[in-house]
Nanobody, 134 residues
Framework: QVHLVESGGGPVQAGGSLSLSCEAS???????????MAWLREATGKEREVFAG???????SAVDSVKRRFTISRNNDKDALNLQMTSLTPEDTAVYYC?????????????????????????WGQGTQVTISS
């Protein structure tokens, strides 16, 4: 079992920045080199979207809508997954979740093809609300 807890959400004005964090505990941790992780978000009335992922070796992927504004990274000292968000717009308003996929291998298989699929991950956190006001 893996327990994920997101933090750092809140209200922000458009154009501002916000940092989210996800702490993992249980059978797999962020510090572990055998966990792929991702950030997802779900806006009201829309499907949940995986928008950024990070492979075991630190390779990252992101969808075009956030690629130049959001940065996903690991903080091994704090055993946390981070998300740095800049140039926020009201369209970024959503509940933000982190997800994890433990792997017995040195890399998550098919990560480059499947990282953006929610079903690729085995564990999800409860989410943190991010609200961007114009």
């Amino acid at each position: 079992q893996v327990h994920l807890v997101e933090s750092g959400g809140g209200p922000v004005q458009a154009g501002g920045s916000l940092s989210l964090s996800c702490e993992a505990s249980g059978d797999a941790t962020v510090r572990s080199t055998k966990t792929c992780m991702a950030w997802l978000r779900e806006a009201t009335g829309k499907e949940r979207e995986v928008f950024a992922g990070i492979q075991v070796d630190g390779t990252t992927s992101a969808v075009d809508s956030v690629k130049r504004r959001f940065t996903i990274s690991r903080n091994n000292d704090k055993d946390a997954l981070n998300l740095q968000m800049t140039s926020l717009t009201p369209e970024d308003t959503a509940v933000y979740y982190c997800a994890a996929r433990p792997t017995p291998a040195m890399r998550c298989i098919n990560f480059s093809d499947l990282w953006s699929s929610e079903s690729y991950y085995d564990y999800w956190g409860q989410g943190t609300q991010v609200t961007i006001s114009s």
